[in-house]
């Protein structure tokens, strides 16, 4: 499965390009539209763990934290990183595509644009070049 992230009238289009495009729409399957993203990441390697919705990664990271912490890995369960937000979508797609990513991600976060503004920017002047 390769999935990207689209951003589209506001919203995160997750799409997997690994089912054929619509002879309609000429899009990929749609597998979630959300309004911000959450990335789940191990911080020790930047290893992307998971990614989608924030109430279902936050789930997610609680739960994989409170069954490691049982386990007596506690140091597993506090490497869990969770980020969310308006990310730029082209690190969002690079988290997915080169592993360890995130964490190169991580520490640049507070220095990225907002990722919904940064789309607006590029349209406006798409719009007013022509």
């Known amino acids: 499965m390769t999935l990207h992230y689209q951003l589209k009238e506001g919203n995160y289009h997750l799409y997997d390009l690994s089912t054929p495009a619509s002879k309609v729409t000429g899009e990929h399957r749609l597998r979630l539209k959300t309004d911000t993203v959450a990335i789940a990441f191990d911080a020790s390697t930047g290893a992307l763990r998971e990614h989608g919705s ?46 360890g990513y995130c964490r190169d991600m991580f520490t640049r976060l507070a220095t990225l644009p907002h990722g919904k503004l940064e789309h607006h920017h590029a349209q406006r002047a798409a719009h007013t070049t022509h």
């Not at 597993?76 to 997915?96: F, M, W, Y």
Request: proline share 9%; hydrophobic share 35%; net charge positive.
């Open 54 to 99: 924030p109430p279902r990664i936050h789930s997610w990271a609680n739960n994989t934290r409170r069954r490691l912490r049982a386990s007596g890995a506690l140091d597993r369960a506090n490497d869990i990183v969770v980020v969310s937000g308006p990310l730029p979508v082209d690190e969002i797609n690079k988290c997915l595509k080169i592993d």
